[in-house]
């Protein structure tokens, strides 16, 4: 039984205004989607639908029954007043997280993503980076079936994008599925199982990189030429 299924007919932010139209995909188990396609193509509008953030809608997305998702924003957003231990306390304790095991793992999670030092500080403070790091760790202490990411990369240092793949690695052996909006089309490439190619509302191509280069008719071509031949060159033909 998939994680996730999806089946968007359209959707919007107002009625009657459809900005995402025909948009339909499951999630397996251990699976990693990659989101991608051209900036206002609708992969956000897409997560907020599947999040259930939108006005109007036409169609639905089921989670499988009792799975638990974490939803990993491209802008952090925080509590002004909480520092960082605060926020994964808090996070803990909403969550009913056993403490013995929660205690160990956030220790653990703040060493890998270097801000251990700075937990007792206010997270408002951080830098982008260490922002998104910090949303990461809220996450990932939840242990959910279901991760969405609005695009992770960008603000990251490679190392902390290293400890991300780590993490989205582990996560998988766990049998988390994992839908990811980018623009990093080459680490896209290298790790996601699936992608779902969204243009101007609509899912453009999808499957694996070998079924979107056949339906865009490019043998052998990368992710960013099969992207590229969808948002530019299909207009042009
Ligand atoms: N809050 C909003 N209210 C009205 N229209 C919106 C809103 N947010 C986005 N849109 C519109 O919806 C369309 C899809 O935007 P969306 O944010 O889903 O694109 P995206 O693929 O995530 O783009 P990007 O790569 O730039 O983040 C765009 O035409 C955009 O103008």
Same mark, same amino acid.
């Given at each position: 039984m998939s994680l %996730?299924? /999806?089946?968007?007919?359209?959707?919007?932010?107002?009625?009657?205004?459809s900005v995402i139209q025909d948009i339909q995909f499951s999630l397996e188990k251990g699976e990693l989607i990659g989101l991608i396609g051209p900036n206002g193509a609708g992969k956000s509008t897409t997560?907020?639908?599947i999040l259930g953030l939108m006005g109007f809608v036409e169609g639905e997305a089921v989670f499988q029954q009792e799975e638990k998702y974490a939803y990993i924003p491209e802008r952090p957003i925080?509590?002004?007043? %909480?520092? %960082?231990?605060e926020h994964l306390d808090f996070v803990a304790a909403v969550e009913q997280l056993d403490q013995k095991e929660y205690q160990q793992h956030v220790v653990e999670l703040l060493h890998l993503f270097k801000l251990y030092d700075v937990a007792h500080q206010l997270p408002s403070t951080f830098s982008k980076g260490m922002q998104q790091k910090a949303m990461l760790i809220l996450a990932l202490i939840t242990k959910p079936s279901v991760y969405i990411i609005d695009e992770?990369?960008?603000g990251l240092d490679?190392?902390? /994008?290293?400890m991300l793949l780590t993490?989205?690695?582990e996560e998988r052996k766990r049998g988390v599925g994992i839908i990811m909006s980018t623009h990093v089309l080459d680490t896209a490439e290298k790790v996601c199982d699936r992608f779902l190619l969204v243009n101007e509302g609509k899912l453009?191509?999808?499957?694996?990189l070998q079924e979107i280069q056949q339906q865009c008719g490019l043998e052998d071509a990368? %992710?960013?030429?099969?992207?590229?031949?969808?948002?530019?060159?299909q207009n042009n033909d």
């Open positions: %996730l299924t /999806v089946d968007i007919k359209q959707a919007g932010y107002e009625k009657e205004k997560i907020k639908t925080f509590y002004d007043e %909480l520092t %960082l231990w992770p990369f960008i490679p190392s902390a /994008v290293k993490s989205i690695e453009a191509a999808s499957g694996t990368s %992710l960013f030429d099969c992207f590229y031949h969808i948002s530019e060159g």
